[in-house]
């Protein structure tokens, strides 16, 4: 039995009262689903019913809601949480980042860069994803990891004409041209 049968009343066994399925009212006339014309209009206009307090509203059939407003939607992910539905959620988010990116390595990374730097002793680096290269070759840098990358940063920005007090190099090292 369909969801729309489940909803007529039946006298005797013939269908003679009916329950509208969008206004709910019980009616009796030819329209197996509608009381009325307005609320056949309003069942092509996209109605939901909302999963927690259960009022219609008007939402894209396309759309994803399910509550008809912030404090309902609120209420219901709040439910959700407690029926345990997002719990391994996040760890499996960043467990998947860090197969992308043990995929593609940190070279490739999408955000990675490309650095030509100088160092002191007059040797030149070429290098893809700068904090990688950093971390892989700490023994050249004095200072942490990002003592080192906030150096060759605020050499690009003053290069770029973004800063005030203008800086060339950091603890001897150049950067000689890096690519956007």
Not at 134 to 149: C, M, W
Request: hydrophobic letters at 25%; glycine letters at 8%; proline letters at 4%.
């Amino acid at each position: 039995m369909s969801v729309l049968q489940s909803r007529q009343i039946t006298r005797g066994g013939a269908m003679d009262e009916k329950i509208c399925i969008v206004c709910g009212k019980t009616y009796r006339g030819r329209n197996k689903y509608f009381c009325s014309t307005t609320c056949a209009g309003l069942s092509k206009q996209g109605y939901k019913i909302c999963a927690v307090c259960g009022k219609p509203f008007k939402d894209s059939p396309s759309n994803l809601n399910v509550c008809c407003s912030p404090d309902c939607s609120k209420k219901h992910r709040s439910s959700l949480h407690q029926q345990g539905v997002y719990e391994e959620s996040i760890p499996k988010m960043r467990q998947g980042f860090r197969d992308k990116v043990d995929t593609i390595g940190p070279e490739n990374f999408w955000t990675a860069k490309g650095w030509v730097i100088c160092s002191p002793s007059g040797e030149t680096y070429e290098c893809r994803n700068l904090k990688n290269f950093i971390r892989e070759h700490s023994e050249l840098f004095d200072g942490t990891v990002k003592q080192a990358y906030d150096g060759f940063q605020k050499i690009k920005a003053s290069e770029q004409g973004k800063r005030k007090r203008p800086t060339h190099s950091w603890k001897g090292w150049t950067l000689k041209s890096w690519s956007d």
